[in-house]
């Protein structure tokens, strides 16, 4: 019986999709629909788009913006994003870390 569900678990972690995380498909996500274009490989913002991490927008306001937007950046539809995907999105900016304390190292404090 142990055999089966030992192969059953491998069978469960080796497959492609299924052992995935929610937030390795965001960022993968995050890359194939362009969102990195503006905001950054990592949503640490840039010359076309703001910081989107860490601490993204609560969830609500996060997907309203996405989906219905009418500003200088494009909306992603419901239809072309769906919100599974986009909640994907948003759990992996959730992961992104807070910088380090710069405050440690005093040769910066000209930088700061
Ligand atoms: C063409 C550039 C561009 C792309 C691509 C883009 N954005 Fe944006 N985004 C912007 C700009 C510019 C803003 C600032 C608001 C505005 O003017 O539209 C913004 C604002 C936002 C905000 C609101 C941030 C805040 O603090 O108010 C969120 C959330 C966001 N983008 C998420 C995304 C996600 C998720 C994707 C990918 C699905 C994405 N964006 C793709 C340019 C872009």
Avoid at 31 to 45: A, D, F, I, N
Avoid at 92 to 105: A, C, G
């Amino acid at each position: 019986m142990y055999k089966f569900i030992l192969a059953a678990l491998l069978l469960l972690v080796s497959s492609p999709g299924l052992a995935e995380t929610p937030a390795a498909r965001g960022k993968a996500l995050y890359m194939k629909v362009g969102c990195y274009q503006c905001h950054g490989t990592v949503g640490q913002g840039g010359t076309a788009g703001l910081r989107l991490a860490p601490d993204p927008l609560p969830w609500q306001q996060f997907a309203q913006f996405v989906h219905n937007t009418a500003g200088i950046m494009p909306p992603y539809r419901e239809q072309a994003l769906p919100a599974a995907d986009l909640k994907d999105i948003y759990t992996y900016l959730q992961t992104i870390p807070k910088p380090r304390d710069l405050s440690r190292y005093p040769l910066l404090a000209p930088f700061r």
